[in-house]
């Protein structure tokens, strides 16, 4: 495998338009819904050429592609970003098991689908990446090559996901177990949204303090992400936030949390109630790799993929096809917020290579 590396069209007619979201970002973007199986998925899409469809994670939104969005698109790209189901203006089905990891992939096929395409190059961060990853391992037809952010591809294993979790937490429970009963999370984070996500954002980013620890130890990663017996996930956050950061402006705070005021909370925390599900509905695919073209970024101080230090180790069998495995130095989880241009140059130097590539 490559070795890791530290690194300082036309719109179709049948989406319908919808209105321009408030604070007006990327104004020469057009946002469209398209219908899909479980419903709709909003996108938001700018430039012409191959297809890159983009997928982002937990507490996002489109909105956290907004630096590559118009950078593909320069380089000759159709750039496509979507609010996940659950998200923003996609759909947002009740019954939790709507939010399974195959009516992920099913949503995403369909989205090619009706922009008239036939393939595309899919990339996804955080809970993007396994969406992701799984889109390309179950549509190979469809996703002819992938990149990962944050999270590395892990295949189907042994363990199921729930009783793996509660063998971590740092002395508490790790957050996602704590996300798995409804309602619980949800009550504490929307009575104020906007700082506990921005205690969210922080506390996983490379701004947060860290201890005079060895480069990537800097911090217990596991114990930010624990909830002690009777507290709650935001007693890790920093007291103080230092706000704002150059990555994340009081306005993109604004236009998350306006989002997520909206919309509540469930849609985005139903994704990690179905981590069993997903383990029994994907036992056929147990141990797969993705052959696919792709390409791995994370952050040093990125908690995911710290946590999955073994899973990246294992990329000469798990993505044969892999181009590159870069680790960015002092950037946290936010990888393509927090350092856009690194991104873009890894994302475009990658996406270039690929057969068919844009202008």
């Not at 130890?217 to 950061?245: I, N, Q, T, Y």
């Not at 993705?290 to 073994?310: K, V, Y």
């Not at 096809?321 to 393509?336: E, K, P, T």
């Amino acid at each position: 495998m490559p070795q890791s590396a530290k690194t300082p069209s036309t719109p179709p007619t049948s989406p319908a338009a919808v209105p321009q979201p408030p604070a007006g970002p990327l104004p020469e973007a057009v946002h469209r819904t398209v219908e899909v199986p479980g419903g709709r998925i909003h996108l938001v899409e700018q430039g012409s050429g191959p297809l890159v469809l983009m997928v982002h994670g937990f507490p996002e939104s489109w909105y956290s592609w907004r630096h590559q969005l118009p950078a593909l698109a320069a380089a000759g790209y159709r750039a496509v970003a979507i609010d996940v189901r659950g998200y923003g203006r996609s759909s947002k089905p009740r019954d939790v098991a709507a939010y399974r990891m195959l009516a992920h992939v099913a949503d995403n096929v369909a989205v090619v689908r009706a922009l008239g395409e036939e393939t595309a190059t899919i990339v996804g961060h955080d809970w993007g990446s396994p969406i992701a990853a799984n889109s390309a391992l179950l549509r190979p037809d469809v996703f002819t090559a992938v990149a990962l952010l944050s999270v590395p591809y892990a295949p189907r294993g042994g363990v199921r996901p729930t009783e793996g979790f509660a063998r971590l937490g740092g002395g508490g429970e790790f957050y996602i177990n704590y996300f798995q009963e409804p309602g619980r999370a949800e009550a504490e984070i929307e009575p104020g949204v906007r700082d506990w996500i921005a205690g969210f954002y922080v506390v996983a980013s490379g701004d947060a303090k860290r201890d005079a620890a060895p480069s990537g130890a800097g911090r217990d990663h596991v114990g930010s992400f624990s909830v002690a017996p009777g507290g709650k996930l935001s007693d890790r956050f920093p007291e103080k936030l230092p706000l704002p950061l150059p990555w994340l402006t009081e306005a993109d705070l604004d236009f998350y949390a306006g989002e997520f005021e909206r919309t509540g909370l469930t849609g985005g925390l139903n994704r990690y109630r179905n981590v069993d599900r997903d383990w029994e509905d994907l036992a056929a695919w147990d141990g797969a790799p993705i052959r696919q073209p792709s390409l791995f970024i994370g952050g040093e101080h990125d908690a995911p993929t710290n946590w999955m230090a073994d899973a990246i180790k294992a990329f000469p069998h798990t993505l044969p096809g892999l181009s590159a495995s870069h680790i960015l130095d002092g950037c946290g989880h936010w990888v393509q917020q927090e350092r856009p241009e690194e991104v873009n140059h890894l994302l475009l130097d990658w996406l270039q290579t690929l057969p068919g590539a844009g202008a």
